[in-house]
Structure formats: structure tokens, C-alpha cells
């Protein structure tokens, strides 16, 4: 029993990671329609700065924060340099344009900090939480973290007037244009919460699978079937498939013969065939009631 | 009365297609003028074309300002509350919501609350409704809240494209009721595409007829209402 329980407790901490990846993947797919295959790149990208900026012996949460203010404005660049003038363009160009941002990212990292594996720091330590075996502070820290940044995207989304802007240029963005909703910047405005919300992700993994520019490959995938399970026309449902992916994940690798470490990645990308046949709205896609 | 929007030679093209060929006509403050002519006719590019949502030539100034050029969004800051054919309603929020993202460009958030206020004492149905999903309002609550949405932005101008489609004749003359109250109260200028000429002139005070893109005939509605040639050849009743 104390296995299972400190099995799922560990697949809710990196649940969380992967549901801040569906998150990060869904609002950028709400916005402009396509599927962010460099969403885990730009995260790695993003801890690689946060390190160097601790190399330079800036304290880990001003590190956070920095980054957290580079992701945002990295991510709103992007849009518009790249993916702004290619929003009217077939839906292979735009695959072409993520696969060669992947690229680029990667190979810059590459470049830049090489391809070893470097440790990354935790600022909650590794000790077991509250005295308890179950789960340590890293892990308690990344749920309380997550928890934190959906509590704020929550609030912000429902509450203010340009949480209401971003969702109604998502949803109808003519109507939105009609009533003097700036589209184009909403846009780049999802993108740069995105991509901030991917560094958190990045920042909050790395201690676990070690810093280098392959990183999120795996991690993107959860994060990826967390967002088909979840449905990815609902940023509640991406959460919640990251949490549920990855209880499954390590559940599976516990307990069922032959799994282990090696098979747990087949395993996301077989729920994502089972859930898009079964089911391809996903658990909470958008049931729109409409009468005509 | 001064003259509110005057367009002038306005001609829109659909890629290679040109829909309006060389159109005039102009609005004077406080009127209530309607757009009428038969399907195809190019009544709906017309409203388009004054919002800049498609690609269009010639002069539309409103309040002596140029509008060419500028993008929707910016077009709607100078008072233009434009309710686009099939209601535009943001289905998946609520009734509520949709009232406050007519007002998403105003700053005066005492000014937006008593205004919705305003919208439910208009529509009574849209308040017992207000935490509801819009989608699933009834075709005339749709267009009503349409309306509302519209008059949220405490417009100077507000274009209607067809509000009459789709619903039943009591709730449309019901609708029209309404739209000329806010006319003589509220002083908002309006100019409504109809297809439904007859309901149209009856509210309206001044009329144009197009065909194939371009006016061919204006005048007071009444006079258009009472001039039988015309009603058999262009109007259809």
C-alpha cells in the first residue's frame, strides 16, 4: 500500500509538470489552431537561461523571475516574427515552421551550453516532506508551484478584462474584432503566457531529469498526451490529463510486468492513438450546446 | 443635422470578385436609415467595407474622419457598434460576459455596470438568463443580446445586418420596437440592412435601395413606402 500511495504522490508532482505543458500546448492550439512541437524546446531554453543567470550567481528565485520576464517577451517575439506572418498559410507550412524552431532551439542550446549533462538546483531540497517517506520537498514543492499558477491563470482568465479579451478573441475572434479586441495582440499575448508557463514546467523538471538540450522531449509527449486526454479545446481538461497521465505513468511502470523505466514513454504515446480513437474530443472537449 | 458618415464611390472586391461598384450614400446624425435590396444586392459588403473587414476602395469618413485604412478593431473605438449577420454571439460565455466584452474598450467600469443595468431593464429576458451559456439562448434572445452587446460600446453609430433573419414576426416587431426607442432615447444613429423592406421603411426614416452593388434609388422611406413602382421592382411586395 505505502508503494502505491508513494507512487501516485509522485505521479501528481509530475503530473503537474506535464499538465503545465498540455496548458502551455492547448493555448497556444486555441489561439492559432496548431500544435506547438517546439513547446518543449522554448521550456528547455528557457532553464538554460535561469542556469546561466545562477552560474552568474544570481539567487535562484531572481533567476525564476528573470526568466520567467524573458520567456514571456521571448515567446511574444516569436509569434511575431515567425508565426505572425504565417498565420494565413496551409497548416504544413506552419508544422514546417515548428519543426524548424525545434531545430533551431535545440541545436542553439546545443551550441551554446553543449549537449553534457549538468546538474540543476531545487530550491525546496530533496528531504523527505514533512518527515514523511512518501514524498520529498522537491516534489511537494513542484504540486505547490503548479497549484499556485492555476489558481493565478484561474483568476486572471475569469476575472479580468483582458483575461475575457484573450478568451473571446479565442473563441470568436470576428466578433471579438467588432466589439475593439486587438486579435493579432491577444495572440502574442497567449504565446508569451505559454511559453512563460513552459519555463516554469522546465525550471521546476530539470533537478529531475538533469539540465541539457534534449530534456523536455520526453516530458513534451506527456505533456502532449495530457493534452488529448484532457481535450485539447479545454485548458481544465489539459490539467487535468496531466495529473491523471501522470499517475498512469508511473503506475504502470510499477505494476504492470515488463514496463519498468524504458517502456513508460510507448506507454504515453499508445494513450494518445487509444484516446484519439476512442474518444477525439478528449475528456473535457468543448461540448458547445448551439441552437439554430 | 449634419451628415454622420458619407461614403463615397465605395467599391469591394471578394479576391477577383468586385461585390459594390462605386456606391454613395451618407447618414446624418441621429437618423434611423435603412439599406435595402435583394439578396446578393451587396448590402452585407457594404456594412463590411465601413468596418474595414474587407478590401475595399473609395472614401468613408465618419464625423468628417477618414475610416480608410484603419483596422476593425480601431474602427469600433470611434463609436462604430457594428452587429454582424448571425448575431456574432460568443457562444461558449455567458450572457453576462458578452454584455461586458461590448464594453471591453470603454475605461469607465461604473459607467459599464450601470449599463448593464440599462441593457436588462431593455431586455428583461437577458437578465433572468445572465449566468447562462449565450449559445443556448433562443434565436430572438440571440439577437437581442446582439443589440445589447452593440449598445455596450455606448456607440455614436450602430450598423445591423439583418436583424430580422431568422426570427419569429412577433419578436421582430418586437426587436424594431426596441431599436427605434433606442433611436429617439438614446440618440444612437443607426443603419439597418433588411431584407425585409416593408418592416424596414416602416421604422426607418430615410431609405436606400441597392442592386448589383450600386444605389439605385433614395429618399424619405415614407415616399419609398408609398411609391408603388418602386416596391414591385426592387422591394418585392
Redesign the interface.
Known amino acids: 500500500m505505502e508503494l502505491f500511495t508513494n507512487q501516485v504522490l509522485a505521479g501528481i508532482a509530475t503530473g503537474a509538470i506535464y499538465a503545465c505543458m498540455a496548458l502551455a500546448v492547448v493555448m497556444i492550439y486555441q489561439a492559432i489552431d496548431h500544435l506547438n512541437f517546439a513547446q518543449g524546446e522554448m521550456a528547455m531554453f528557457s532553464t538554460f537561461i535561469s542556469w546561466q543567470l545562477m552560474q552568474w550567481g544570481v539567487s535562484y528565485w531572481a533567476a525564476f523571475l528573470i526568466t520567467l520576464a524573458f520567456s514571456f517577451v521571448a515567446g511574444i517575439a516569436i509569434e511575431r516574427i515567425l508565426f505572425k506572418p504565417l498565420a494565413k498559410a496551409p497548416i504544413l507550412t506552419n508544422v514546417a515552421g515548428f519543426i524548424a524552431l525545434f531545430a533551431i532551439i535545440n541545436s542553439s542550446a546545443g551550441l551554446i551550453w553543449d549537449f553534457t549533462i549538468k546538474q540543476y538546483p531545487t530550491p525546496f531540497g530533496s528531504a523527505p516532506f514533512l518527515g514523511s517517506q512518501l514524498i520529498s520537498t522537491h516534489q511537494a514543492g513542484m504540486i505547490g508551484v503548479t497549484v499556485l499558477l492555476l489558481l493565478g491563470l484561474y483568476f486572471f482568465f475569469q476575472y479580468t478584462?483582458i483575461g475575457?479579451?484573450m478568451?473571446?478573441a479565442a473563441?470568436?475572434p470576428?466578433?471579438?474584432?467588432?466589439?475593439?479586441?486587438?486579435?493579432s495582440w491577444m495572440i502574442a499575448l497567449g504565446w508569451g503566457m505559454a511559453t512563460a508557463i513552459g519555463a516554469i514546467a522546465g525550471m521546476l523538471i530539470a533537478p529531475v531529469v538533469f539540465l541539457e538540450p534534449n530534456m523536455m522531449g520526453g516530458v513534451l509527449i506527456y505533456g502532449f498526451a495530457a493534452a488529448v486526454l484532457g481535450g485539447l479545446s479545454s485548458p481544465f481538461g489539459a490539467v487535468v490529463g496531466g495529473f491523471l497521465v501522470g499517475i498512469f505513468e508511473n503506475l504502470a511502470g510499477t505494476y504492470i510486468p515488463g514496463v519498468g523505466n524504458e517502456l513508460k514513454l510507448p506507454i504515453a504515446l499508445a494513450l494518445i492513438i487509444s484516446v484519439l480513437v476512442v474518444k477525439p474530443a478528449g475528456l473535457f472537449g468543448?461540448h458547445?450546446?448551439?441552437?439554430? | 443635422m449634419t451628415t454622420l458618415l458619407n461614403v463615397k464611390d465605395l467599391r469591394a472586391y471578394y479576391g477577383q470578385v468586385q461585390a459594390l461598384h462605386g456606391l454613395s450614400f451618407s447618414l446624418n446624425e441621429g437618423s434611423l436609415t435603412t439599406l435595402l435590396g435583394a439578396n446578393g444586392a451587396g448590402k452585407t459588403t457594404t456594412l463590411r467595407a465601413i468596418?474595414n473587414?474587407v478590401r475595399s476602395t473609395g472614401a468613408i469618413e465618419f464625423d468628417g474622419k477618414p475610416l480608410n485604412n484603419r483596422?476593425?478593431?480601431?474602427i469600433?473605438?470611434f463609436g462604430i457598434?457594428?452587429v454582424?449577420q448571425g448575431r456574432?454571439?460568443?457562444?461558449?460565455?455567458t450572457v453576462e460576459?458578452n454584455l461586458?466584452?461590448?464594453a471591453?474598450?470603454r475605461k469607465d467600469s461604473a459607467g459599464i455596470v450601470s449599463d448593464i443595468e440599462r441593457m436588462y431593464a431593455h431586455f428583461p429576458v437577458l437578465k433572468q438568463r445572465h449566468t447562462q451559456?449565450a449559445?443556448?439562448?433562443?434565436?430572438g434572445e440571440q439577437q437581442m443580446l446582439a443589440v445589447a452587446?452593440a449598445l455596450m460600446?455606448r456607440p455614436r453609430l450602430m450598423l445591423l445586418d439583418e436583424p430580422s433573419f431568422g426570427l419569429a414576426p412577433l419578436v421582430v416587431r418586437d426587436l424594431f420596437g426596441i431599436l427605434g426607442k433606442i433611436n429617439r432615447e438614446d440618440k444612437v444613429s443607426i443603419l439597418v440592412v433588411e431584407q425585409n423592406a416593408q418592416l424596414a421603411l416602416e421604422l426607418a426614416d430615410h431609405a436606400y435601395v441597392i442592386e448589383t452593388g450600386r444605389i439605385v434609388m433614395s429618399g424619405k422611406a415614407k415616399d419609398i413606402a408609398n411609391n408603388e413602382e418602386i416596391r414591385k421592382s426592387y422591394l418585392g411586395y
Open positions: 478584462r475575457l479579451a478568451r473571446a473563441s470568436v470576428e466578433s471579438a474584432r467588432l466589439v475593439g479586441i486587438n486579435t468543448r458547445i450546446v448551439k441552437r439554430v | 468596418c473587414m483596422s476593425t478593431e480601431n469600433v473605438r457598434a457594428h454582424p456574432g454571439t460568443f457562444t461558449t460565455m460576459e461586458q466584452l461590448g471591453i474598450t451559456q449559445g443556448t439562448l433562443s434565436g452587446r460600446l
